[in-house]
């Protein structure tokens, strides 16, 4: 079988392959620019804690309405801007640090879900919410993941400003602008709706993983912001189609193997890159010299 056909010939044979590859460039293009963002922010883990919490308002939806596609959306939307908002309450009116009480709402809201999804469905149910189902994405998932890229796309274009002064001082931003809460809230809700295009093809579970680790991977090769988004975009794009053949062809579940791909560049990238583990502990030529 010529290299050809084995890296074209499944798009070229099935239509699901198709739309699985146009799913994923969608999610590589809109969720790799926000993990940049987020990892300036130090909000990595505040993305994974959003992505259990939009568990129960897609939960909720499929109990209402069954696998509907806008009822599961709007579903977890809601769930995740009120985890995201009630967290932020609660660390401004209470003694409680901001990352205990996101992650105090992460775990009722995960735990909630599981529930809900576990007594009213079945164990094929739960799987598809937990794990995703980007091998069975149709057209109207596709249009909304591709609406969702276009929101995020123009959206990061249009506060890109205060969004990256507020990543490297937001002290001085809020000293000179009242854009900086602007470039928060809009920041969220981009982080959730990209965490529920995600949820649709990738599962609650792996939802953030094509977020972060392109991020902290492209972190390892380059340091401007603007090459960060390029690099990690450039590694999610790969490293998502390199899944979908590798589950393809290995007949293996296509979501844990895009994710961890995803962590094999990671891991090689902190060994190799440039800033990595390695380059960064051999000794400079200079320090050789008599």
């Given amino acids: 079988m010529s290299d050809d056909l084995l890296v074209f ?19 590589a293009l809109s969720a790799a620019p926000v993990g940049v963002f987020l990892m ?40 995740g801007l009120a985890v995201a908002i009630g967290s932020g309450l609660v660390a401004r009116h209470t003694l409680i640090r901001e990352d205990t009480s996101l992650a105090a709402f992460y775990l009722i809201s995960l735990s909630l879900g599981v529930l809900i999804v576990s007594v009213r469905g079945n164990n094929v149910d739960l799987l598809h919410v937990l794990f995703g189902s980007v091998l069975a994405l149709d057209g109207a998932a596709l249009a909304l993941l591709w609406a969702i890229t276009g929101v995020t796309l123009a959206t990061l274009l249009l506060i ?7 990543c490297l001082d937001p002290g001085f931003l809020r000293q ?36 972060v680790l392109p991020a902290a991977s492209a972190r390892f090769w380059v340091r401007r912001v603007g090459p960060l988004v390029a690099v990690a975009t450039a590694i999610a794009l790969f490293t998502s189609v390199a899944g979908l053949l590798l589950s393809y062809h ?5 979501s844990p193997v895009i994710v961890l791909g995803l962590g094999a560049v990671y891991l090689l990238s902190m ?10 502990r051999r000794p400079h030529p200079r320090h050789l010299r008599a």
């Fill in 176 to 211: 000179v602008s009242g854009l900086g809460s602007v470039a928060h809230v809009g920041f969220l809700a981009l982080l959730v709706i990209n965490l529920v295009a995600g949820f649709h093809a990738l599962g609650t579970l792996m939802a953030v993983g094509i977020m």
């Fill in 9 to 27: 010939g499944p798009f070229v044979e099935f239509a699901f392959m198709r739309q699985a590859l146009l799913g994923c460039i969608a999610l």
């Fill in 271 to 280: 060994a190799c890159a440039p800033r990595g583990l390695l380059r960064q």
């Fill in 250 to 254: 290995a007949d293996w579940p296509t």
């Fill in 40 to 79: 300036l922010r130090r909000m990595s883990l505040t993305g994974d804690a959003m992505a259990h919490a939009i568990l129960p308002g897609a939960a909720i939806g499929y109990l209402l309405f069954g696998l509907s596609l806008t009822a599961m959306t709007v579903g977890g939307i809601v769930a």
């Fill in 160 to 166: 890109r400003r205060p969004l990256i002064l507020d």
